[in-house]
Structures are given as C-alpha cells and as structure tokens.
C-alpha cells in the first residue's frame, strides 16, 4: 500500500508562474512532512519541512500548505525560475522513524 | 552544517565483485543512517535503517547477505554490494540522522553503480 500519493507526476510552467505540487497520506501517526530538491545525478536535498500543529510553513519562494483533516500538504513555489527544474519529492513519517516517499514530481520551468 | 558525503561518487565493476560505498557525515553525529537504492526517473526505495553500534534493520525484499551494511562510528556507514550483478546497477544514495533531530534526514550526494 502506497503511504504517501503525488501529484502530477510531471509539471511544465512558464518563469514566473506558479507551481504546485499535491501529496496525501494515509497513516493518521505520521508527524513530519518534508519536502526534497533532486537534480539529476544528484542526492535529495531539504527544501522545506512541516509539523502538523501549523498549516503552512513559508521559506522565500517555498510554502507547504498543510491540512490535516484531508490528510493533504501541498508545495507551492511561487515565481518560478529555470533553475527550480527539478525533481521533487514529498515525504511523511514519524519522530524518530522512517520516512515514506512519494513518486516524485518532475518539473520543468520555461524561460 | 549538516553535510554527508559518499565515495565512491561512481564505481563500474564486473559482474561478481564486491563493492563498497562509504557515507559519511561531515559536521554532525549521525545516530542512524539510512540506505536508498534509486532507479531512473523513479522514487527513492529505502534499502535498510542502521543504527550506530547495531545490525542493520532491512526492508522486506532486500537480501541483507548481499547488501552488507556496517555502522561502526556516529560518522561512518558502508554499504557492501556482495557479488555484484548486472542487476544490481543503480543508484544508492545515503542519508544521516543527526541525535539533536529526530526527523530531519540529510542525504548525501549519491553513487552511480555500473555492473558490467
């Protein structure tokens, strides 16, 4: 059973534009919500994280919206730039325990 | 702060050989470490989870003899592809935990594994 649900599986947006990147999960126990950058050939990198006790979490450009009733986060980067091309990932899991991924989301910005 | 590294950053062998992958954490402690295999335009699937000092604990479907995973130190884990096969060909990438976060995951650069 797939933990943690990504969407779209690939997004094009023009410089400047909006993207926006959906994950849910199941496990009602999971406290952690991160989100990574992976360019190719390269490892993940921490982009932004969240906890359940807030709703949203705003870092420059990057801004998790959390809702925890829907079992949804969302990443939205606002002013996209050619260099946010990239592979993102979401994530859930607990303190202390393993993280859940999902598919990834490829995104690509048009100049 | 907060840096892993991993070396080789890419290693081409032939089939039956053994090969190892070190993961290290540069500027902190790294309670557990965590071992992901990644295949092309695909997700990361975590290998195993060691602690320092403990046998590693693997996932269901990963063969613990032929992914030998040692974590000696708070700084050093190594991962041993045992008889390498073409099979075997990916991506692995480590991550480091540190004792002062107990979620944060920090990953580190990756290494391409060629089986020939």
């Known amino acids: 059973q797939q933990q943690v649900k990504q969407s779209p599986q690939s997004l094009i947006v023009q410089k400047g534009g909006i993207s926006i990147i959906n994950c849910a999960y199941e496990?009602?126990?999971?406290?952690?919500f991160p989100w990574y950058q992976q360019f190719p050939g390269k490892g993940p990198a921490l982009l932004i994280a969240i906890r359940p006790d807030v709703s949203e979490k705003k870092e420059g450009r990057f801004t998790i919206s959390f809702n925890k009733s829907a079992k949804q986060f969302s990443l939205h980067i606002m002013d996209s730039q050619p260099g946010d091309s990239a592979t993102y990932f979401c994530a859930a899991g607990r303190t202390l325990g393993r993280l859940y991924f999902g598919r990834g989301t490829q995104l690509t910005v048009w100049p | 702060g907060a840096v892993v590294s991993q070396h080789p950053s890419r290693v081409i062998c032939k089939s039956g050989t053994s090969v190892k992958i070190e993961c290290r954490s540069l500027d902190f402690q790294a309670t557990t470490m965590f071992w992901y295999r990644q295949f092309p335009k695909q997700s990361l699937m975590l290998m195993a989870t060691s602690n320092e000092g403990s046998k590693a604990t693997y996932e269901q479907g990963v063969e613990k003899d032929k992914f030998l995973i040692n974590h000696a130190s708070l700084t050093l884990s190594t991962l041993t592809v045992t008889s390498a096969h073409p099979e075997d060909s990916s991506f692995y990438i480590c991550s480091a935990r540190g004792w002062d976060s107990q979620e944060t995951q920090y990953f580190g650069p990756g290494t391409r594994l060629l089986v020939l």
């Open positions: 496990n009602t126990a999971f406290d952690y």
